[in-house]
């Protein structure tokens, strides 16, 4: 498999890869290294996060492992080697890894808001309390007013600055509240432009 570790599904989209798949291998003593039975690859959606992605690749993943068994009992399967040089350390996600940083491109933070979505969840800090993101998008349209300053909020979405283009989120859960879309968020905050996430 090309990610090898805790995360490979979060890894897959926070790299923004269009392909994914399922790998039955042998076990061997190192993480991830045995040789391969069988595989199947599966494409990537653009609106696909942790959640989604993972169930699919389950569903998949749990036939494959009936047909490798089967493969197994008939000795019809023939192991192959993996290439070392192909793999890919995927590392367990650490808290310090959720934290947004808004000098990353639009596009880098909307990969990551997708791999860790639903959970952990990438966060920010609003008026000095924590605020999760889902639900992004990238615009590349509008003015730029620096890293993580509010550049429009409306009652469906709020747009911020990055290094690169707008990100766009639909979704909120702010510190000690349930999650929730923007329209009804905004009913009780008030989020600008001009306001500074991330301080």
Known sequence: PKYRGAGPIQWSLMNGDKISGITVFQIMPSVDTGDILLQEKMDIFPNDNMLT??????????????????????????????????????????????????????????????????????????????????????????????????FKADSEEIFVGTGEHLLVFSEIQLEGKKRMNVSDFMKGNNIQMGDKLGE
């Open 53 to 150: 992605l993972g169930t699919r690749l389950s569903t998949i993943g749990a036939n494959l492992v009936v047909n490798a068994l089967d493969g197994i009992e008939a000795g019809s399967l023939q192991p192959i080697i993996q290439n070392n040089n192909n793999a890919t350390h995927a590392p367990k996600i650490t808290k310090e890894m959720t934290i947004i940083n808004w000098s990353w491109a639009a596009e880098k933070i909307h990969n990551w808001v997708r791999g860790l979505s639903p959970h952990p969840g990438m966060s920010t800090t609003w008026k000095g309390k924590r605020m999760r993101i889902f639900n992004t998008r990238v615009v590349d349209e509008g003015a730029i007013l620096g890293n993580g300053i509010v």
